[in-house]
Every structure is written in C-alpha cells, then in structure tokens.
C-alpha cells in the first residue's frame, strides 16, 4: 500500500487523498469522488462558492477521532491532514431537513415540469432521502405569476428557491447586475431590475441565470434544460472570434436548444444570445434548398449536376478565352478551415490565379500586415485567460461587450474588480464607465493619439530598455521620431487634452503587465495597418510582450477570419502565409497540389470589384459573402456584380449579391457540417455537425470537392478529419494537429508534435527574429480632404450585439424582436442645430448616395461624429460609406465617412 505524507493529505469518510493548493473541501471531495457525492443546490462549477443552502455540510475534525463541527464544503478551505465525514447521521439529516424547507415553498407539479428528469432539486431530494415533507405548506412564492415578456428569457418564481444562482451568474459572468434578491427573510424573492420584467430590464439575454437555475425559476422559450433531447453534440459558435463551445440538443434531427459546456476554455457556461439562442435560421423558410440557374433572366431550380456541368462550361471557356486572371474566388469567415483550404486551393490549382481574398480583407488584414511587419506573425500574442492576471487592459478601437461579448464580460468583470482599463474611442461605448481612462478622440486620428501616447511613455522614462535592446530593432527612429511630434497640433487634431494622453500612457506602462485589445475602430482607416504597428511599439517600448498577462491581440470580428487567413484565403500568401512569389513556395505548392499554380499576386477584393466594372473580371465566385449589402460604396459594388459574365454564389440565403448571381448553389449551415474555426486567440477547434444538411443543400467543403472534381481535378471527397490532416501537411504551424488531438477544447497553433498548444507567442524571440519599431506620421484620410468641407459631419459604424454583420442570420430570428433597424446616434447640440429629436427620421447624405435612419439623440458621441450600424437590408448604409482603402491592405475606411444631414419632413418621405 502506498503511503501518503501528512502534510499532502486529507481524509474523506476515512480514505486519504492526495490534496491541492488553494482548494475547498467540496472542489477536494468533488475531485476524488466525482461531482455529486456531496448534494448541493447554490453550487455551480462557474460560479464562485456562496454558501447560501447548506446543502453541501459535512463534518470535519482534526483527527478520525477528534470533536467534530459541521461546515458547508463549498466555501471551506482544506487543510492538509483534515478528516471529512460526508455520510454521518448528523449531516444526512441535516440535508434531509433543509430541502424538506424547500419544498414547502416549492409547487410539487416535478411530472409537467419543464425540467422533470433534469431538475437538481429532485436529483437531491432523492439523494438525501425525502419521502414525504412534515412542515406546513408555504405561501411566498407559490404566488408568483410567470414573467413570458421577453423574446427569450421566461420566469416562473413560484419555482424559486432562493439559491442566487441565477444573481450570481448575471453578477460574476456577465457582469449586468440585472437580477436581485429583495426582501428578507421569507420575504425575499428574486427581482428583475427595479422589480420589472425581463422585457423592461436591462437584460442582454446571455442566458447565464437560465443555465446556472437548478430548477425552472429562470429558463427560457427553448426550455433548455429540457431531457426531450436524444442527442447532444459539441460544437463551435458561428458568430464573433470568441469561439465559444456550444453544446446542442437535437432530437428527430432538429435543434431543440443550446447550452455552454461549462468545462469550455473559452467560454466556461457562457455565451451572448447569438450563440445560445439565435439559432433558429438554421431551418428558416427563406433556407434555400436547391441549385438555381438564371435561364432568361430568370433563376430557375435545377439539380446539382445541372449545376455544376454548366458551372465547369462556363469557367472553362472563360479561361480558355481571357486566361486563368479572368477568375476570382472570394471565401469566407463563416465557413470552416478546411472548406476555406479548399477554396483557395481551388482557385490555385484548379483555375491557375491567386485571385483569391476573404472577408478578412475588409476587417483584419490591416491586423496581420502591420503585425507580421513588427513581430513576423500577424495574430494573437497571448490567451484571452490572460485577461485574468494582467495588470492594465487597453482597448483601442472596440467594443467588446457588443463585438465580441463573452471576452467583452471578461474585460468588464475585470474592471469592475479594479484593474485598470483604458478606452481609446470616439464613442462612450458600454464599458466606458468602468474604464479608469477614456481617450474620446476624433474617428480617423488614432495614429496621432497612439503617436502622443508613445511619446509620454518615453518622456517619462518608462520604456523597458533592457527588452528594447536585446530583442528589437529600430528604436532611435522611433524616439527620434517621437521628439519630433507637434504636441498642440496632435491635441488640436484628436480632441482629447494632452495631460488625459500622458496619465493613460503613465497607466499603462506603470504596471507590471498590461495587455491590449483592438477591433475595427483600429483597422477600418486609410492608416489602419500603421496604427496596429503603433499598438505594437507600445507592447514592444514597454517589455509587454511574451510573458502572460500582455500582448497584442486582435479582437477578430466574425468566427474564423483567423483562420481563413491562415488558410491561405488572401492573394498574396497561400496556404500558412507562404508567399506565393516565392520560387522554393510556389514549388512547394506545386507538389503538394500537383498542379502549376501563378506566381503572380492577385486581386484583393477592391481590386476584383475594379476589375469586373472595367471588364477585366469575368468571373466571381462567392462563398458565404454578401458584398453588396456588407463593402463600402455599395452602388458601386452593384456596378461590379451587374458587369460580371459569370457569377456564382454559395449561400443559405437569398441575398442582395445572390440576387446578381448566374448560378447559386444551396449551402448548409454550421449546425450541419463538421470542420475546424480557428479564433481569435489562435486556437483551433473542431466543428461537428449537430443536425444533417436540409434536404437539398450541401456542406460548402462538399460542394468545393465536387466542382473540383467535375473539373478534372482529382480532389478527395470531403471529411472534416480527412481535409485537416491535408492542411497539417502544408500548413506549418498545423503540423502537430489532428482530430483527435484537438479534443473538446481545442489547440493554440503553432501546435507541435503530438498536439501539443502555444499558449503565448514570442517568448524568446520574436518570429522575424528581432522585433521591429516604426515611426509613423499621421496623415489626414482623403475622405476628409475631398469631402469634409461640403459634408460637415463624419459618419462612424459598428455592430450591435444582438446583430451579425448584414444580419442575415439573426433577422431570422427572434433577436429581430429586440432590435429591429438601424439607428442613428447623433450628439444633443448637433440635434439642436438641425431641429432634430429621438425618433425623427434623418436622411444622412454623402458624396455617393443617400440613407434614411431614425435618430437618437445621446451624448455617446461627440459633436459632428455620427454612429450607426449596418445590419439591416433595407437601409443598407454602405450606400453612403467611401471606398478610400488602407493604404497598405486596401481594407475599407468604414469608420470615416463625411456625411450631412438633414431631418426628413413627412411630405418628402412619402415623395421618397
């Protein structure tokens, strides 16, 4: 028998066990004995312990026979040596006591109840052993009527029981502080805000307090906790760059409900509503479910193979006549790793051009130019669980809690606990009075702030120099640079006073690790790629970078536009950023294919967009992206559609591009095919279909091996495992990957052999091998040269959390009833100029067209900056938004736009 040291043990029911530091009694027990052992109901593995129920009390003494006192397990430290008692006569019955008082309070209906068979109050009832209840029948909740208000969320408090569960999970997860306990004693009871409804709250629908109820108190419309389900699956979300671990119910081949696995790295039984709830488009009438070819100017339902046999005529005679650059493929964030490597190997090695680019085009290339230029790789530095230890957050250029809303909850949980936020943004966004510093500068001016916040980190002496000199390079161009700058010019030009620059700049190279977070208020500027190489300066100026807790990392905006990059979805990088004008590459990508492939660079989507409008472009194929409604200029997008020989789209829905379409092939959705989305923190996880395809539609990786096939190619048929051991293979850091390495929670590339996750990158050296500074000189966006002077005002954008970019998954969907259009925030003494209230209807004109939006008057914004959004179809903003471009991308300038307005009167919007 192997003997254990005293000081490493502890004893449950007379057995020792090896103990670890920093646990409770329960987490002790738990681990050795399995969850459950010891009843619990205020308990949840998310939440922090409260012991509220005493449910969970055992007895402990210092010796086996030592005096004994009885302790809740959930909240007790563990001492090495302790003997816990789990199953004495005592703590039974007082357990048995304690939920016989439940439920004199709680309906006795278990078999119509939504969650009998899942409910832990009968679980525990029937764990400790209650038969019958001795105490008289309640009266404080079984009065409560049910709350059915919200588009989502239901109540029933009769079933409450008091835990805090559902308060904790809206306090600790999400950080809303929706829900209450009000009153005391018996008395007490949960509330909703001010004693209101869901509906009438200030509830984001996250679900949180739905998961974390042990009975149904809290649920919602999909009765979640349902056992109806037959089967449950694991997957990934198809919104953000989160990646959030979703586990779906199915039963009949239908989704009945999503949950969050609570073992889940990423997102640890926590979700936004997108994730959780908005599902149902899935199955949407509108799903298209069958290959249409236009006959006539008519598209008419044809079957696959008509589909495809005039899809290969057609590409093959255009080749044939105008050359392989005639084509353009453009792939997309929404679908997996291994169908967006299957896009670009098909314009590759199947058509012969590099005209192949992604949506990453117009939010995150910007992203991966300027960091591949200071660190030599253009993702993530770090693990959002850094988030947890750092010191200081930066936020430049986003707004988590809407974009990105589980990190959003993670950054606003930390701030709320005191660790020092810096807001870098025109807007007051949500997060903004939790920040310790807000840097409200003027949209387009992000280089000259980021410039100012360099120089007061300098001047104050607070560079790591030791870092400085032996890992980078550049430094004193950058100093002299910074020397240089015309302080009262910057303050002028970003708005913001210079002393709020300098103590935000002092905040965050004071502490000992501080970590930085950008979005598309970074990227979406003619000088997007250089304010990213500025973000980098700083984490590079102050030793931030390489260790946990700092970095550089990129909110990515849609679920896998880091991996469709790294896919090689771009024209001038193939498969794992290899260059394709590289002779050693492009043999390698010749052997690996087994086809010629160009050396030439090709177009990036503004470049297609040219090119089909001046008649060099004959033909395009989308996969998964509607660029009419989501690029900038959107007339001039149309023009480009409209002059297309050949257009061929891939879609679940019909949309505002497919409707230009020649060919349009039926996709499935992400519920319905298995893959990989990598996210924004480089971790790759595995996608596995929940439900089969609607009759009708296919997998988009399916279709692709399909066309190239009936093209000659000799492609494989597709397999999520099949597909990824193919991308291991030319791919670097997926060398290591496999299906089943990746396991439930996924790997961090560059994975190694065996599987093994990079958790944090550059922590010896840098990829480029020393990490590079750049001095960059503000320049004003020609948007605001040509046009500010006739259109006063600069028009912003953003997303909102119930909403997915052109929304055409989420207006399928109750989320459409919490927000139904965009809306146009305009500041109080720019309403007052132009005879403006909340709700009057507003035409925002620009140098290319026109839009008319409901107005909300708030303080959110500055004067003369304008915000909205740009999810719904029928106002479709990007008819005013320019096509001036990153100067180093070409990602579009969404974020400045000069604009006027004007209120709409009555008479003319029934002209209109």
């Not at 030592?66 to 816990?84: K, M, N, Y």
């Not at 896998?560 to 790294?566: F, I, M, Y």
Request: contains cysteine.
């Amino acid at each position: 028998m192997i003997q254990l040291a005293k000081e490493n043990t502890a004893y449950i029911d007379g057995a020792p066990h090896l103990i670890k530091e920093n646990e409770s009694l329960l987490n002790f027990i738990d681990r050795h004995k399995g969850r459950g052992h010891v009843p619990t109901l205020c308990d949840a593995p998310q939440l922090e312990p409260y012991g509220a129920c005493r449910v969970c009390s055992v007895e402990v003494a210092l010796d086996a026979g030592g005096p004994r006192r009885t302790v809740a397990s959930c909240h007790t430290p563990l001492t090495p040596g302790l003997h816990i008692f789990t199953e004495s006569q005592k703590v039974q019955k007082l357990r048995r006591n304690i939920i016989e008082l439940v439920l004199t309070d709680h309906p006795l209906d278990c078999l119509t109840c939504e969650v009998n068979g899942n409910c832990e109050l009968q679980d525990v009832a029937a764990k400790v052993g209650v038969r019958d209840v001795r105490y008289p029948k309640g009266k404080n909740h079984l009065d409560r009527e049910k709350d059915l208000s919200h588009a989502y969320m239901t109540s029933d408090l009769s079933k409450c029981i008091n835990c805090s569960r559902c308060v904790r999970a809206c306090d600790e997860i999400q950080g809303q502080l929706v829900l209450s306990m009000h009153g005391r004693g018996f008395d007490a009871r949960i509330i909703k805000g001010l004693d209101t409804s869901f509906e009438d709250s200030d509830c984001v629908s996250c679900g949180a307090c739905a998961q974390a109820c042990p009975t149904s108190a809290i649920s919602d419309i999909f009765q979640s906790k349902s056992i109806e389900a037959t089967a449950h699956t694991r997957t990934i979300c198809t919104y953000c760059g989160v990646g959030c671990n979703l586990e779906v119910a199915t039963a009949g081949g239908r989704v009945l409900s999503i949950q969050a696995p609570w073992d889940a790295e990423t997102n640890g039984a926590h979700t936004c509503l997108k994730g959780r709830y908005a599902f149902r488009f899935y199955n949407h009438p509108d799903r298209l479910r069958t290959p249409l070819i236009r006959k006539n100017g008519e598209l008419e339902e044809v079957t696959w193979d008509e589909a495809y046999d005039h899809i290969a005529e057609n590409l093959k005679r255009i080749v044939k006549d105008h050359g392989a650059d005639a084509v353009a493929g453009i792939s997309s964030a929404r679908c997996t790793n291994e169908e967006n490597y299957l896009m670009q190997k098909f314009i590759r090695a199947v058509i012969g051009t590099n005209n192949i680019d992604c949506c990453a085009r117009v939010c995150h290339s910007p992203t991966a130019w300027g960091m591949q230029k200071s660190f030599g790789t253009g993702a993530a530095t770090n693990s959002i669980d850094d988030i947890n230890v750092t010191e200081c957050m930066l936020v430049v250029g986003a707004n988590p809690t809407q974009g990105h809303p589980v990190t959003g909850a993670k950054i606003k949980q930390r701030a709320m606990k005191g660790i020092p936020l810096i807001i870098i943004d025109p807007r007051e966004i949500e997060i903004t009075p939790y920040a310790k510093h807000h840097l409200q500068l003027r949209p387009g001016t992000n280089v000259a702030l980021l410039n100012m916040f360099s120089y007061y980190i300098s001047e104050a002496g607070l560079v790591d120099q030791d870092f400085i000199d032996q890992r980078c390079e550049n430094w004193n161009e950058l100093k002299n640079g910074l020397n240089s700058l015309d302080l009262d010019a910057i303050e002028k030009l970003t708005g913001v006073p210079r002393e709020q620059v300098k103590a935000a700049a002092i905040e965050y190279a004071s502490a000992p690790s501080a970590m930085s977070f950008h979005g598309l208020g970074v990227t979406e500027h003619s000088q997007g790629a250089k304010t990213v190489m500025l973000i980098a300066n700083l984490a590079m100026m102050t030793g931030n970078i390489g260790r946990r807790g700092v970095g550089v990392n990129p909110l990515r905006g849609q679920n896998n536009v880091q991996g469709a990059a790294d896919m090689g979805a771009q024209p001038h990088q193939g498969a794992g950023y290899l260059d394709v004008t590289d002779p050693e590459m492009q043999a390698r990508y010749e052997d690996y294919y087994g086809a010629k492939v160009s050396s030439e660079i090709g177009y990036k989507i503004p470049e297609m967009f040219e090119a089909a409008r001046s008649g060099e472009l004959k033909s395009l194929w989308l996969m998964g992206e509607d660029v009419v409604q989501t690029d900038p200029n959107s007339e001039a997008v149309r023009a480009a559609m409209a002059n297309l020989d050949f257009l061929v789209v891939q879609e679940i829905f019909m949309t505002e591009t497919a409707a230009y379409a020649d060919v349009i092939l039926p996709a499935a959705s992400f519920l319905e095919k298995s893959g990989t989305f990598t996210n924004g923190e480089r971790r790759i996880q595995r996608v596995n279909a929940a439900v089969p395809p609607l009759e009708g539609t296919k997998p988009d990786g399916q279709i692709l091996v399909e066309i190239m096939n009936r093209m000659g190619y000799p492609q494989a048929d597709y397999s999520a495992e099949g597909t990824l051991a193919e991308v291991a293979g030319i791919v670097p850091f997926f060398k290591g990957a496999t299906w089943e390495g990746l396991g439930d929670n996924g790997k961090q590339w560059p994975i190694q052999e065996g599987c093994e996750s990079t958790t944090i990158l550059h922590t010896e050296s840098f990829t480029r091998g020393l990490g590079k500074f750049h001095f960059i000189e503000f320049q004003e966006s020609k948007e605001i040269e040509e046009h500010g002077k006739d259109y006063p005002f600069i028009l912003t954008t953003g997303r909102l959390l119930e909403h997915y970019n052109c929304g055409t998954m989420t207006r399928r969907t109750n989320n459409n009833l919490i927000v139904t259009k965009d809306i146009l925030v305009i500041h109080p003494a720019d309403a007052k100029a132009k005879n403006i209230r909340t709700g009057d209807l507003v035409c925002i004109t620009s140098s290319r067209g026109e839009v008319t939006l409901e107005a909300e008057v708030s303080e959110e914004v500055k004067a003369g900056i304008l915000y909205t959004t740009f999810h719904f179809p029928e106002h479709m903003v990007n008819n005013v938004t320019s096509d001036v471009h990153d100067g180093d991308t070409m990602c579009p300038e969404y974020k400045v736009t000069s604009v006027d307005i004007v209120k709409v009167k009555p008479a003319e919007l029934t002209a209109k």
